[in-house]
């Protein structure tokens, strides 16, 4: 079920505002890949573009090709909306949504979506949960608000309400910046789980995470505020960590930049 | 030895001296005795003044007396705190003296029979009667302006937030901003120009379609603004998930925000229920019963306070009726509030654990 992505040549703005110049990377399937970098360089714009959620922002547009699976996102005909069900994203702050309880949560998108059978949707509540190791917290109450978890159930509740659509791929924008150390070791053993079944792309501040749960890492920078972001290489994640091939990427890493 | 006994502690410079937690009751007391005294040995007669001279020395009390014992800065927080008193107390009067003798004089004659009877026969200088056919009358004419207002209120609101992008979103804006301004009587002429045009009599309707014009732009800016409160980020979930943009909306967006919707919607109504003007233009008011909102002048609330109280010169039996209606005008606002209030906690998103 999880799909490739190949991307070349993209470029994203804001309106008239460059924000990334010309990306090109594969991202392998049942892999976790990580983008690494400082602030404002881009990584969180280029993740958005992979799920067409870029131009959800008022003035977001892209040039340049994305295939799933020798597809183009971008092709003519697309519809971003199924392009959203096959490419799943979690965002960096936890935001179930407040009028629905745990269980409904998890059903949102196959509710939403229209498309389920009665019958399944227990089951698919069930195994998403399992999935996302949150089941054994949260089985005793299920009809509960979700807003009533903690921070890093709820981030979990997030990641079990992204894979009930069983999508190909699953993006992560910063998913434990906002959660404690064992709420994020929970998250990350969670993506190791995942990479089972599904193509991972996750965006991290934290290098030790990107080193712990990543296959691949991408170093993006920038030249100077207000300069588009850039890729500037993506390699094995040992490889990155321990003798990257650009200065850039090794400055940053051991935290010399500038 | 750096860490040896001190033996001279002298005094903390955390704590100040400070007044006593009874000290504003105190003060306010004093200031009430004071103004009263001063009232009475200038022989001042009105309540109002000897109850402004209080309030002041009450602020100026609190300055001066704080200012003395804990210093300038706690004076200044003080005196802070009194203006807001202050300031609390002389708007809360003018409500309670208001809702006082609106009570007082409307219990005379407000009873059940008051409530199932219309005036009928009954001359306006004749006691009995009742506002039956007025409540007839302003309810269907607010629920017909509802029916109509509100739909198109809260789907302009969604529009202009979820949709609205450059010239034509402005242009809703500005011309709802317009509509907020339109006074009432403006809002009935419109309607009655088209009357006239068309030879029609006085009917329902024509008042709730006046009213409809008066409830939208308020609709339209109530509900902007509980759908701007609505994070972005529920919506950017819910689009993850592969639903399309208009489900988002109706299944994400707008549940999220029902409750304080309805209550936008509930004020608006309660706005619309006490307008006299267009109703007096466009459904003329009748002492009987009209059931039917599309034919015949039908009576309302507030113009049937306004009628009686017209008529009243001399005459006590109409002047009871006019506060009598005013009484059940106000516990109609009031309990649309309440409605209001008890669905926006109802549908409010829960928190609980």
Redo the contacts between chains.
């Keep these: 079920m999880a799909k490739r992505i190949d991307v070349s040549g993209l470029t994203a703005y804001y309106g008239s505002h460059k924000a990334i110049e010309d990306i090109s990377m594969t991202v392998e399937p049942r892999s976790v890949t990580a983008f690494i970098g400082p602030s404002g360089c881009g990584k969180s714009t280029f993740l958005r573009t992979l799920?067409r959620?870029h131009e959800?922002t008022?003035g977001g547009r892209v040039e340049g090709k994305v295939l799933l699976d020798d597809e183009d996102l971008y092709g003519q005909g697309i519809d971003p909306?199924?392009?959203?069900?096959?490419v799943?994203?979690v965002?960096q702050?936890p935001?179930p949504?407040?009028?629905m309880s745990i269980f409904d949560n998890v059903a949102?998108?196959l509710?939403?979506?229209?498309s389920y059978k009665k019958s399944e949707l227990s089951d698919v509540v069930e195994k998403s949960l399992k999935g996302a190791n949150l089941w054994n917290e949260v089985k005793d109450r299920l009809n509960?608000?979700g807003?009533?978890l903690s921070g890093g159930q709820q981030q979990r509740l997030?990641i079990a309400?992204?894979i009930a659509?069983e999508p190909k791929v699953l993006l992560m924008d910063e998913p434990c910046s906002a959660l404690d150390p064992i709420s994020t070791l929970a998250i990350e053993d969670l993506i190791g789980e995942l990479k089972e079944r599904f193509t991972i792309v996750i965006v991290t501040h934290n290098m030790q995470q990107a080193a712990r749960v990543s296959d691949r890492t991408a170093f993006f920078n920038l030249a100077a505020v207000g300069q588009p972001g850039k890729l500037i290489e993506i390699d094995e994640t040992e490889r990155i960590f321990s003798n990257p091939s650009v200065q850039a990427t090794e400055d940053y890493i051991s935290g010399r930049f500038g | 030895m750096s860490n040896a006994v001190i033996t001279d502690k002298g005094p903390s410079t955390l704590r100040g001296a400070s007044l006593p937690k009874w000290s504003p009751y105190a003060i306010a007391a004093g200031s009430v005795a004071l103004g009263l005294g001063i009232s009475a040995a200038a022989g001042l007669s009105s309540s109002i003044q000897w109850a402004l001279i209080a309030g002041l020395l009450f602020v100026l009390g609190t300055y001066v007396i704080a200012a003395r014992v804990e210093g300038r800065r706690q004076a200044k927080d003080r005196v802070a705190t009194a203006l807001v008193w202050v300031a609390f107390l002389l708007a809360v009067v003018p409500l309670v003296s208001l809702v006082w003798s609106t009570i007082s004089r409307g219990v005379k004659v407000l009873d059940f029979y008051f409530l199932t009877h219309s005036m009928g026969l009954v001359a306006d200088s004749e006691p009995g009667g009742g506002i039956y056919h007025a409540i007839l009358g302003s309810l269907e004419q607010v629920a017909l302006a509802t029916v109509i207002a509100a739909p198109i209120g809260v789907l302009t609101a969604i529009y202009l937030v979820e949709y609205g992008?450059g010239k034509l979103a402005k242009a809703v804006t500005f011309f709802v901003d317009v509509m907020t301004g339109i006074p009432s009587i403006v809002a009935g002429l419109f309607i009655l120009s088209i009357m006239l045009m068309f030879d029609m009599q006085p009917f329902g309707f024509a008042g709730s379609l006046a009213l409809a014009i008066l409830m939208m732009p308020v609709v339209v800016r109530s509900t902007e603004e509980m759908l701007k409160l609505v994070?972005n980020?529920?919506?950017?979930?819910?689009?993850?998930?592969?639903?399309?943009k208009w489900?988002?909306i109706l299944?994400?967006v707008l549940?999220?925000s029902?409750g304080g919707i309805t209550t936008g919607i509930m004020l608006a109504i309660a706005r619309i229920a006490g307008e006299t003007a267009p109703v007096l233009l466009l459904v003329w008011g009748n002492s009987l019963i009209n059931a039917n909102p599309f034919e015949g002048a039908q009576q309302s609330l507030p113009l049937y306070i306004y009628q009686q109280y017209a008529n009243s010169a001399g005459a006590g039996a109409a002047y009871d009726r006019a506060w009598a209606a005013s009484l059940t005008l106000i516990a109609f606002v009031m309990i649309l509030n309440l409605v209001a209030r008890g669905i926006a906690r109802w549908k409010a998103?829960?928190?609980?654990?």
């Design positions: 799920n959620m959800v008022s909306v199924s392009v959203r069900r096959e799943g994203m965002f702050r935001n949504f407040p009028t949102a998108g509710r939403l979506n229209g509960k608000p807003s009533g997030c309400r992204a659509v | 992008r994070p980020e529920l919506r950017e979930a819910s689009l993850a998930l592969g639903v399309p489900r988002t299944k994400v549940p999220t029902l998103p829960k928190t609980g654990r």
